[in-house]
């Protein structure tokens, strides 16, 4: 355990930027907890497809949520050697030259690049090759096209565009970067050369002048002095810049070595693999981030998780109250794998991984008299499960084996759904205790940054498996029995749903 001067366990800041909130984090050296803060702050829809915040309000309660954690460390007697920080992946907002916002922050969620998103890939499909970021209105690159094709002239006003770290780091330091974590995903960034696409800086309608300088996750700035006093922190603190949310999960997961995956179900979910070169598979179904030299995160992203749940309450059972999810899930239990022939395609809230196409629509298929609501919430359960399973399998068709999955996330709460994604994985399952993923990896990179421990791979000593979850061998064969078919649904129905665009 690292020592401060005066004896006490020194501590390390872990903040996690996320979509809807942040959580700060005092950790030691050992993983433990010191101290916390978490501040919320609202999503906006101002139209439909629209997913953004005030870049404000995010920078305001990132600032609140440290100076709580700084509060708890303090009151626990730890020193602070370090804040880290971990931020949400695509984010996007235009500034003016003294740094003002032009344009609300556009989140991962928002949509309104369709037509653009769908347009590159039909157009320049080798930039996901080169830039390891599906081309999904998710990312930044479509983001941009669409800046520069309906709004001009805010586009041409812009004078830096950033993602929502960066505007916290600006204003601590007083400088602008950009780590390769988080360039990596915004499809402009070439990974193997670690530096900015000329095509798809070309394709954006920008040059390099206009994004922030790039640096490795572990760089390390000074924090000023006015932000220091406001925080309650001693004026040239070491600030690690840090990385992004997912890569930085799977270090908080302990998911470090190779052939160990981390899965993840809460609103969304994820599955990601740490490698050590990166790359995409040859059908570029799978998304590479960089997070430190010589380890890379491959992987996908789903976006219909808890959501599917939470949509049942709502649309299949509105008479069992307001929070009607474990009585969902009770009756989810009722009914065998596999739905008795009922498959939910669950893309409530269209699809990224392993299809990368927004156009996507939910569908019941094989739905007949005999199907009733019990049948409707297990299916979409097992939806999301599938879904991970083809991101398992893309995973793999990348060239990656995965050996060992180690999980997280609010569905874990549930033993039904926790046995369920063993069967449709068909591997076993180890849960996690206690540590907050991205806010732990962000701290653990810190450490690593300063010395404090011994390479990144302490991660995976840091973070106990509480219970492991074997597949049950009858589910996980009505699970592999049915998983060709689910895939095969994409396909069958996708002139569907670009017909059904029209309609919307």
Not at 138 to 145: G, R
Not at 258 to 281: F, N, Q
Request: proline share 6%; charged share 20%.
């Amino acid at each position: 355990m690292l020592r401060g001067v005066n004896g006490p366990a020194s501590v390390v800041l872990g903040v996690d930027i996320g979509t809807t909130s942040v959580k700060a984090v005092a950790f030691d050296a050992d993983g433990r907890e010191l101290g916390r803060g978490e501040t919320g702050y609202p999503l906006l829809e101002p139209e439909h497809g629209q997913a953004v915040q005030d870049p404000a309000a995010v920078v305001e309660g990132t600032l609140a949520a440290i100076r709580a954690a700084v509060a708890g460390a303090r009151d626990d007697g730890a020193p602070i050697a370090a804040l880290s920080f971990s931020g949400a992946l695509h984010s996007l907002v235009g500034l003016d030259a003294q740094g003002r916002a032009l344009t609300p922050l556009v989140t991962w969620g928002d949509m309104r690049a369709t037509e653009q998103a769908e347009r590159l890939r039909a157009e320049h499909p080798e930039l996901h090759d080169r830039t390891g970021t599906p081309l999904h209105p998710m990312s930044p690159l479509p983001k941009l096209v669409w800046f520069a094709e309906r709004e001009p002239e805010a586009f041409a006003a812009v004078t830096r565009w950033a993602g929502i770290k960066e505007l916290v780091v600006a204003r601590l330091t007083g400088t602008w970067a950009v780590d390769h974590s988080v360039a990596s995903g915004t499809g402009l960034l070439n990974l193997r050369a670690l530096d900015w696409d000329r095509e798809a800086l070309a394709i954006a309608g920008i040059d390099a002048e206009a994004l922030s300088p790039l640096v490795p996750t572990t760089h390390r700035l000074d924090l000023a002095a006015a932000p220091a006093a406001d925080l309650g922190l001693e004026a040239g603190l070491a600030l690690i810049v840090g990385a992004a949310d997912g890569p930085l999960a799977n270090l908080g997961l302990g998911a470090v070595h190779p052939g160990v995956a981390a899965c993840s179900i809460g609103t969304s979910g994820a599955l990601r693999l740490m490698v050590e070169s990166p790359a995409v598979d040859p059908q570029r179904r799978v998304f590479c981030y960089a997070l430190v030299p010589g380890r890379w995160i491959v992987g996908g992203a789903i976006n219909n998780g808890g959501a599917v749940l939470r949509w049942a309450g709502e649309a299949l059972a509105p008479d069992l109250g307001a929070h009607p999810e474990a009585q969902l899930l009770e009756l989810a239990a009722k009914v065998p794998a596999g739905s008795e022939g009922l498959l939910m395609l669950p893309y409530l809230l269209s699809e990224r991984a392993p299809h990368w196409s927004s156009l996507a629509r939910g569908a019941y298929v094989g739905l007949t008299r005999h199907h009733g609501r019990a049948h409707l919430v297990r299916a979409g359960l097992e939806g999301v499960c599938l879904q991970l399973a083809l991101v398992l399998a893309s995973v793999r068709d990348a060239g990656n084996d995965v050996r060992e999955i180690r999980a997280t996330g609010g569905f874990a709460r549930s033993e039904l759904w926790r046995q369920m994604l063993a069967d449709a994985l068909g591997m076993p399952i180890g849960f996690a205790g206690g540590h907050e993923g991205s806010a732990f990896g962000a701290a653990l990179l810190a450490m690593d940054a300063l010395g404090l421990v011994d390479g990144i791979e302490r991660a995976a000593e840091l973070v106990d498996i509480e219970h492991v979850v074997e597949p049950d061998e009858e589910a996980a064969g009505v699970y592999a029995d049915l998983l060709p078919t689910f895939a095969a649904l994409y396909d069958a129905l996708a002139p569907a749903f670009h017909a059904l665009e029209r309609h919307r």
